[in-house]
């Protein structure tokens, strides 16, 4: 079946413009994960939801950073007012649920590079 | 806190020059330890799960194995398709994956 779908891959922006990065997980995952991989550093966590709940948003980064869930589907992540330090691949995973039986299934990521 | 360390950060292997990879770990209760391929410009792709100490997993020229304080991956026999990076994770509270940085590997025909 269908993987997780992220878009767009790539996306070059201008400092200071928002961005909205799109995940559409796998059909049936009720939980969704937000992750940040810049070049050299391993995965950065930044959010999940539960359904369309995000319990904990503190591993957004700053303020400008928000997501939200609709339907138990689709996800957005927004950017406000981009930082050239905010170019990383931005990562995507969904899991049928938060369980210790659930492996996470990634997106191949949007690539965002700010300018 | 959680934590997770991989070593070496990059391995290079000749073809069927057998090694192992090392994950170590702290946590605070174990819920599960995870290993994951990377190749470029892709997402990470599940290899394994591992739940217990002593508990092991194979699958084709690799095979998982977890104690209490660490993870190994070892590849036998290497092919160059092996070639990627390495990632393992533990589950945090919250039910994310916490990650390590990865081992790259390169295995030259």
């Known amino acids: 079946g269908a993987g997780v779908s992220q878009s767009p891959s790539n996306k070059v922006t201008e400092k200071g413009k928002d961005v909205e990065l799109r995940c559409d997980p796998i059909?049936?995952?009720?939980?969704l994960y937000w992750y940040r991989q810049s070049l050299g550093q391993g995965l950065e966590f930044l959010i999940y939801f539960q359904g369309n709940s995000a319990p904990d948003k503190s591993g957004l980064p700053s303020d400008r950073f928000s997501a939200e869930r609709t339907g138990g589907s689709v996800s957005t992540l927004t950017i406000q007012r981009t930082q050239q330090e905010d170019s990383a691949v931005y990562l995507c995973?969904?899991?049928?649920?938060?369980?210790?039986?659930?492996?996470?299934?990634f997106g191949n990521g949007t690539r965002l590079t700010v300018t | 806190e959680d934590q997770v360390t991989q070593s070496p950060e990059a391995l290079r292997l000749q073809e069927g020059e057998s090694s192992s990879l090392n994950c170590s770990y702290t946590v605070s209760g174990l819920r599960g330890l995870f290993w994951y391929r990377q190749d470029p410009g892709k997402g990470p792709e599940f290899l394994f799960t591992l739940y217990s100490a002593g508990e092991e997993k194979e699958k084709e020229r690799l095979k998982a194995t977890l104690t209490k304080k660490e993870s190994f991956l070892h590849i036998t026999a290497p092919k160059p398709e092996d070639s990627a990076t390495y990632l393992c994770?533990?589950?945090?509270?919250?039910?994310?994956?916490?990650f390590g940085k990865g081992t790259k590997l390169s295995v030259k025909p």
């Open positions: 059909s049936g995952h009720t939980a």
């Open positions: 994770a533990v589950k945090g509270s919250q039910g994310n994956l916490i």
């Open positions: 995973a969904s899991s049928l649920a938060l369980g210790q039986n659930s492996p996470l299934h």
